[in-house]
């Protein structure tokens, strides 16, 4: 399995930006595709963003244009970049990797004023 940990988590105001880390163990990370999901109280978890091994990109709707994600190889790092953050995007954020299935722990992401 893949250990994986998230950080960047924090309160920001409205409109506000974060930088959440994913960061993986091991000598394979070029080959993995990491997705971040998030899951808010009450509510299911849902996918955020994923990027594959080749670098390619997906977002769920409610947060194209403002959140983006991308990986360094070299540091065995998957970051995704939060912009415009609204409060409806307070969740608990976790990043997974697709082909083991490995999840982190997740970082809390509170957008208030």
């Known amino acids: 399995q893949v250990q994986l940990v998230e950080s960047g988590g924090g309160l920001v105001q409205p409109g506000g930006s974060l930088r959440l880390s994913c960061a993986a163990s091991g000598s394979l990370f070029s080959i993995y595709a990491i997705n971040w999901y998030r899951q808010a109280p009450g509510k299911q978890r849902e996918l955020v963003a994923a990027?594959?091994?080749?670098?390619?990109?997906n977002y769920a709707d409610s947060v194209k244009g403002r959140f983006t994600i991308s990986r360094d190889n070299a540091k065995n790092t998957v970051y995704l970049q939060m912009n415009s953050l609204k409060p409806e995007d307070t969740a608990v954020y976790y990043c997974?990797?697709?082909?083991?299935?490995?999840w982190g722990q997740g970082t809390q992401v509170t957008v208030s004023s």
């Open positions: 990027i594959t091994s080749g670098g390619s990109t």
């Open positions: 997974k990797e697709a082909r083991t299935g490995s």
